[in-house]
């Protein structure tokens, strides 16, 4: 019984998504037809106006199953893609023979566990290819640098990025499997610990700093500590960017962030802009990036100019309650379905 009920949940999750979704859709569909048929009247009496607040009413109705709906769904996403995950490791353990190491109580993750890391960024992060093209966006920050340094480098996409480009870098992470993947593709990368690495370099040899979605992966004494330190190591005017996921996005925090059982804890933007400034750093922009989908968006309401242009008291109303619509419909998408990423971005004073 047990097991029929686990099967049955993710279909019954999707089919109330999808009711939810063509009932929401129906009544915006409704109502923008009434909207129209309105618009085209050369004349509007007052029992016009009728139709068009039933159909506003229902409208706003279906909102909130609307999201209901996605919300119950993306936690059972989440539960899948663990559950498929634990059998993918359950195949790595079996494949190497040996049991994965214990976690220590930092950072660091050695032997058969880092394999299996590797293979859940490989799934759940994108391909190689996918997160180099990403990241090109911000080679030109790094345009005419030299000796530049990638903590928690990966497996070296940024480190190709910048090798295209003519900019020298080299890279350094704790997953062993990731660097010996790097440097199988002709990379410059290092195992180690990324505040060791850094410490150990002369004060003002690194021509800028990059560090794709790692802050999320440090204890906060251990991030401020590498901020502190980059700072000394990084010559004048140089560039740091730091990304990481965006937590303040609900479907980010809670289809990315809580995925990875390696994340420490969630950093706000403002949190993460606000600590680099405090190091030293100058001219600090929060960069957002990977919007979200627009098929997960809250639809908003066409208001025809006509109607906008109206005296009649009646009409007024009509028009106020679809801008309201329209507002609480975009200050969710701003809320729930912003950005996946962003990027703190400073100077080197």
């Not at 500590?225 to 004048?236: E, F, G, I, N, Q």
């Not at 008291?313 to 200050?331: D, F, G, Q």
Request: contains cysteine; glycine residues 6%; hydrophobic residues 45%.
């Amino acid at each position: 019984m047990g097991t029929d009920m686990a099967t049955s949940d993710p279909e019954r999750l999707e089919r109330e998504r999808r009711d939810a979704d063509r009932r929401y859709n129906d009544a915006l569909t409704a109502l923008n037809t009434i909207v129209e048929r309105l618009h085209a009247k050369p004349a509007l009496a007052r029992e016009d106006f009728t139709p068009l607040m039933h159909a506003l009413i229902v409208c706003l109705q279906q909102i909130t199953a609307f999201v209901d709906t996605k919300d119950r769904q993306f936690d059972a996403g989440a539960q899948e893609q663990i559950a498929e995950l634990r059998a993918q490791i359950s195949v790595l353990e079996r494949k190497g023979g040996a049991q994965p190491s214990a976690l220590s109580a930092g950072p660091t993750v050695t032997g058969n566990d880092d394999a299996v890391y590797l293979a859940f960024e490989d799934q759940f992060r994108g391909s190689v290819e996918s997160i180099q093209a990403r990241q090109s966006d911000y080679v030109p920050l790094f345009a005419g640098a030299r000796d530049v340094v990638d903590i928690g480098c990966g497996r070296g996409e940024f480190l190709a990025v910048l090798k295209a480009a003519g900019v020298t870098a080299r890279g350094v992470d704790m997953n062993r499997a990731m660097v010996d993947t790097a440097r199988a593709r002709g990379l410059d990368a290092v195992h180690g610990d990324a505040l060791a690495f850094l410490s150990s370099l002369p004060d003002e040899s690194v021509g800028g700093l990059m560090s794709a979605q790692v802050v999320e992966h440090l204890e906060p004494q251990y991030l401020a500590r590498l901020l502190d330190v980059a700072r000394r190591k990084m010559t004048p005017g140089a560039v740091i960017a730091l990304e990481t996921i965006n937590v303040a996005c609900w479907l980010a925090f809670f289809s990315s962030y809580i995925r990875d059982l390696s994340h420490v804890r969630p950093i706000h933007p403002e949190t993460l802009q606000f600590l680099v400034r405090a190091n030293g750093f100058q001219r600090v922009a929060i960069r957002y990036s990977a919007p979200a989908p627009d098929h997960v968006k809250m639809r908003t309401v066409d208001v025809p100019p006509g109607l906008q242009a109206s005296t009649d008291p009646s009409v007024r109303a009509m028009v106020e309650l679809m801008h309201a619509v329209n507002t609480n419909a975009t200050i969710l998408n701003g809320l729930l379905f912003s950005h996946f990423d962003y990027a703190v971005i400073g100077f080197r004073s």
